[in-house]
């Protein structure tokens, strides 16, 4: 699973013209997935992304994470993050999970997140074409794969 973690002041995730999502601080994370993914990545980037010591303490350095902040998550699945560029202009999306894999994967991760945070997060809509507003707060983007854990 690879992500993109975006630490943000709101952000909001709009289908056919409704909001169906809408959150102040917190993290916009998007999700893409292939069809490696397992059990044990939903559970690393899940500690990962709660864990992330990326919102500003009393001293505004970036010391606490999503959990200490009690702060919000808005999740977006994104097949698009694992492009292949290195051919031509055209890219490739054919390391993405197809949705008969990717769809549980999701929703397992919506469900780990929630578990973690202890709370109900809100998402996208898998599949849908989705307009993402953001006001990217620093800005701070992190980009986290489960499979080049370093």
């Given at each position: 699973m690879k992500v993109v973690i975006q630490r943000v002041s709101q952000a909001s995730v709009t289908i056919a013209g409704e909001v169906v999502a809408s959150i102040s601080s917190g993290l916009l994370v998007l999700v893409?997935?292939?069809?490696?993914?397992?059990?044990?990545?939903?559970?690393?980037?899940?500690?990962?992304?709660?864990?992330?010591?990326?919102?500003?303490?009393?001293?505004?350095?970036?010391?606490?994470?999503?959990?200490?902040?009690?702060?919000?998550?808005?999740?977006?699945?994104?097949?698009?993050?694992?492009?292949?560029?290195?051919?031509?202009?055209?890219?490739?999306?054919?390391k993405a999970a197809k949705p008969d894999v990717a769809i549980p994967m999701y929703e397992q991760f919506i469900s780990e997140l929630e578990t973690t945070l202890g709370k109900k997060i809100q998402t996208g809509q898998f599949g849908a074409d989705m307009k993402v507003a953001l006001v990217n707060d620093g800005p701070v983007t992190i980009i986290i794969d489960s499979k080049n854990k370093e």
């Open positions: 893409g997935i292939v069809d490696e993914d397992t059990q044990e990545d939903i559970v690393w980037l899940t500690n990962k992304i709660c864990n992330l010591r990326v919102f500003e303490d009393e001293n505004q350095v970036m010391n606490c994470s999503l959990l200490e902040q009690k702060g919000d998550i808005i999740v977006v699945s994104q097949f698009t993050l694992h492009a292949a560029t290195k051919k031509g202009n055209r890219p490739s999306y054919i």
